[in-house]
């Protein structure tokens, strides 16, 4: 049965500060609730400079999560880790693994857009260097113990409330990712629901020796909405998602993705079938046509989405939609 994923980016196209304000409040609240009535996970994202505003922190973002919920995993998808000062991130997810209880988990990703690194005076050639340097730093920081760097000794504390360290799989969409995250003995996430790509990772593994990781294949839409009248929902959610599909189309460029939309407008963003909008009975049976890696990502702020529309999504899908699936 596929999982329940509530998903936040913090698109909010045009708002002023309070409303924004307001749209942070709205996504932990509705963290806080689908911790309440048993969602699986809550997915967070990063990327900068955005002129929508799109989520540059996702470790505070999470953090507050952390603080209204009890039971719900957390994962960063993706955490840019080159863009980070590998020290200070080994800490603040130390903290954060801590504040959650070891609710916790990131893909480790690359990232596709040179303008982020020119922001933070990354060179980005050198990115897939960048992020094999940080994450042997990370994994040294987080024993807990002193070390070399730079002629100085290094220690960061606290060590990680998971043992030895928060759960990490690598992103990417190609051989390359897979290679990397056989190499470090991390599991794999790819962008891009390719089995080649699990095929490639589990042969590396079995060169190195390394026992394999969880591969998580992408699979089932990009972002549900559950509406009784989809006609209805697209007539007042459709522009959100468009803005949403064609703003990640022009990031995203050649790279290869599972929701990579080529839509220009709303009619052929419905036809795509990335993004949908469907009814509990519709939600149901496309939940229970996905395996257990599957997922029905909610995304209910979705390209600035206002909160009470997206309230309307998700308490359907808790009424109508969580029983059916817990039945089998």
Known sequence: MALSVIRFDMRVPGLEPVEIAERYAAAVDMARWADQVGFDMVVLSEHHASPDGYLPSPLLLGAAIASVTERIPMNVAALLVPLHDPLRLAEDLAVLDHLSK??????AGLGYRPIEYAMFGREWTKRGRRLDQCLDLMLQAWTGEPFELDGETVQVTPKPYQAPH????IGGSGPKSAERAARFGFGYFPSAGDPALAEHYRAECARLGKPEGIVALPSGPGSVFVAEDPDKAWAEVGPYLLHDATTYHQWQGGQRSHVHSHASTIDELRAEGIYQILTPEQTIETARSLDLM???????LCGGTPPELAWQSLELFADRVLPALREG
């Open 102 to 107: 070891g609710r916790i988990s990131f893909v």
């Open 166 to 169: 928060p759960m990490i799989f």
């Open 294 to 300: 599957g997922a029905i990502t909610h995304h209910p």
